[in-house]
């Protein structure tokens, strides 16, 4: 089948929940025949009688990412707890090893959305998502940038707590604090060590990511340099 094609087909499904066979080949303009082959490589959907219904939404998304649908249009079809799955996707395929919801409430109350760690630098990316559906005003964005920056130097005063949930986090000598939003933000960095980025810029983020944070003008927070009280 062609890659078009299984893109449309990924990006209804993501839509709909659920289509006939009919109502498929007459939306994406596809034969019947060519959909039924399509089927069984298909993660994450399943054949019900007449009917195609996606049963894991966030596998189906997952592969739709790798078959080049971009980031930002899966993105709206997923709820705020896959964005943050999505995130982590993307991380992990650069090479992180990567933790959702990261939490503690000893010595403080403490969520993390998504951690990933670079195990041969030590570098960890500290993500905060925000599944808005509208861009965000920069007064809203400026808001949630202090309080992600904030919430990153706890993780970082306070990781030996979360060793037992993610043993990479001991080995984190920098964090970088991101805020990845679903649509193309208002500002791009804050306090100096904040980057704003949407979700379809994570990917290339990451992929030149010294030269990104070089342009940014922006610079991690040194573990080494944060002592619990």
């Not at 810029?201 to 619990?228: C, K, M, Q, Y």
């Amino acid at each position: 089948m062609a890659v078009s094609i299984a893109r449309r087909l990924i990006e209804y499904l993501l839509a709909k929940g659920e289509a006939s066979i009919d109502e498929l080949s007459k939306s994406i303009k596809a034969a019947r025949e060519v959909i039924f082959k399509a089927v069984g490589g298909l993660p994450g959907v399943v054949l019900d009688g007449p009917f195609l219904r996606v049963s894991n939404k966030l596998l189906l998304a997952s592969h739709g990412a790798r078959t080049g649908l971009p980031i930002a249009r899966i993105s709206r079809y997923i709820s705020w707890r896959d964005f943050e799955k999505l995130s982590a996707l993307v991380l992990s395929e650069h090479g992180y090893v990567t933790a959702t919801n990261l939490s503690t409430t000893r010595p403080r109350r403490l969520e993390v959305d998504v951690v990933g760690v670079d195990p041969g630098s030590g570098r960890s990316l500290v993500i905060d998502c925000k599944h808005w559906s509208h861009s965000a005003s920069p007064s809203r964005l400026f808001e949630a940038a202090e309080r992600h920056l904030e919430r990153v130097i706890q993780l970082l005063k306070y990781r030996d707590m979360l060793k037992s949930v993610m043993p990479s986090i001991i080995g984190v000598r920098s964090a970088y604090p991101v805020i990845v939003t679903l649509t193309t933000p208002s500002i791009r960095t804050y306090g100096g060590c904040v980057v704003v980025l949407s979700i379809g810029e994570f990917n290339n983020f990451l992929a030149d990511f010294h030269e990104a944070v070089e342009f940014l003008g922006v610079r991690p927070i040194d573990a080494g340099s944060l002592t619990t009280p």
